[in-house]
């Protein structure tokens, strides 16, 4: 295959090419459509063959407004629309038998496209001589081949005009990949073209990886990456992220105080209980289930945040480097030795053990599925680090305690591939939020710890019974794994308790409730109650009030965290919780057993 800045191979018969086309400074990329083992397993012989991976790209789309979504990712706006117009212009001559398909992608057409891509039209002008060349004369061909030329470059001056102000979506690969654009070109548009079936089952992929020079393994990556400084903040930005911090930790306690509220609640035994709650329309997942294409910041704010829907964003975070880093294994070796507290079901600490340990344990669950112990919280959860987390002062909560934590040093890791430059919030997620408090300065939660935020590594088998999160919105971050979500929609409250009476794992599990239920209380309950699935990739959202069960069917890392939107919800979020109670584990009510 004729090579330009670096190779493109298909699938898994790269696995015995690499060191054949390795080339010292280049680049390899590769292009197919796997699963994600096969994916892990391609990184394990680059590794093998000295080779240094940069970068691997989840392209999985089975419909066009995916396509154009990932285009937009790699190339920005005007590039994605370029790269359509030629790339239609190209089939369609390759359709009526005027270009030879296998020949225009061997004939420096990636050099030529990635050209395209920046606004030249060299690439147009060899897919005219090719289509001209292939016409032989013919009239009729000819005159297809202008007519497809003519679309082309009109496309291509459009897209100058109404794209000039739309940039590349988040972490575009434009800069970052430079001279190996030109071979990723067509090889992107072949997995497209062949990804038909179902994106979870079986995605396409482009894997980038470098050829070491003089400087060995890691060079390439760090090259990459030193091209790419953090912009520095203002001076003024510092008071105003400390002013954040402030208002954070006055709701924060403002909300905790809901917990008096609970214990109240349970030692008076008083919940209202409401048998008409669960009569209205029955619930469904229509509107809920959702593709990240197209869906824009504004979209699911508006439909969604601001309504209190539920939702499942399928593809929400595809793009995270985490999907391919976040492997047992790779977590293990980088933060292995750190001690962590892993807990039951019911949220009670089952005990301490290394990290390594324990995902050992996560491992074997695969094979063994039961009811293990999850990592949810591996941090402190007391007043003194709440207050130093508030501030960013993690270095100061590690003296305070005489120890690290998985959670902080995975989030304060930037220098190593399984930290946080390994996730990033969904675009389509809320900017600023009243809490954490970054309405003085925006902030995501890369920048500010929001509550409840965790890296959490579930063993296959693994439960997170019932519960409401403390009056706040809720986002579930795939990384790996399925997991079967359980939703019951905050109408029904007053049909359930907290389950704190319960002795620590006696408290049943939603559906093992459900199924004991009378038929008169099932029936009336039952339609009310959501059920999915969420695998590698999905993003879900869960607003304020949501009571949310999750079972662990395959070994899951996920990333989560907590939010208020806007001032409005805060308002009636720390009313309600200061009048219902903190949130926590839920069980249905005893009056329900009695319908």
Known sequence: MKESNGTLLQGKQALGEFKRVAKPGGYVVLSGYARLPDVRALHAAAAEAGLDHVKTVNIAAPNAEGSMRCLQHMLGGAGADR?????????????????DDEAFLLEEAGRLAAQAVQGGTELLDKIDRLGRRGAGGDPAKLAAVDAAIAAARAAFAEAGKTCAARPALPLSDLDEYGTVLDVTFFGVVKCMRRVSVDAHEKPAWVVVLHVPEAGGAGAGRAALTASRPAAPRPWYTLPLRWAGAAMTLGIFFLLRLGRDTRRLRERCGWYPFDAAAARGAPASLEGMDIPAAGLTEETFARDYVARGRAAVVRGGVSDWPALHEWTLKSLSDAYGGIEVKVQRSHFDTAGRMPLSDYLMRVAASASRPGEGLSLRYAYPRDKVSEVLRAFGLFGAVRRWYGRETFTHALYTNSAHETGRNAWHPPAF???????????????????????????????????????????TDNVLLLASGVKRFTLVPPALTQLFRNTSAFPDGAAPSFEEELARLPPAAAARLAPHVIRFTARAGDAVYVPRGWMHEVRTEEPSVMVTYNFIPSLGELARACADSLWYGYGGARTVHPKLLLL
């Open 83 to 99: 790269f359509v117009a030629a790339y239609l212009c190209a089939s369609n001559l390759i359709g009526q038998g005027l270009i």
């Open 429 to 471: 997620l809320p900017r600023r939020y009243a809490y954490p408090w970054t309405l003085f300065c925006q902030e995501d939660p890369r920048d500010r710890f929001f509550y409840d935020f965790g890296v959490y590594i579930s063993p296959a088998g693994g439960l997170t019974r019932l519960h409401v999160d403390s009056q």
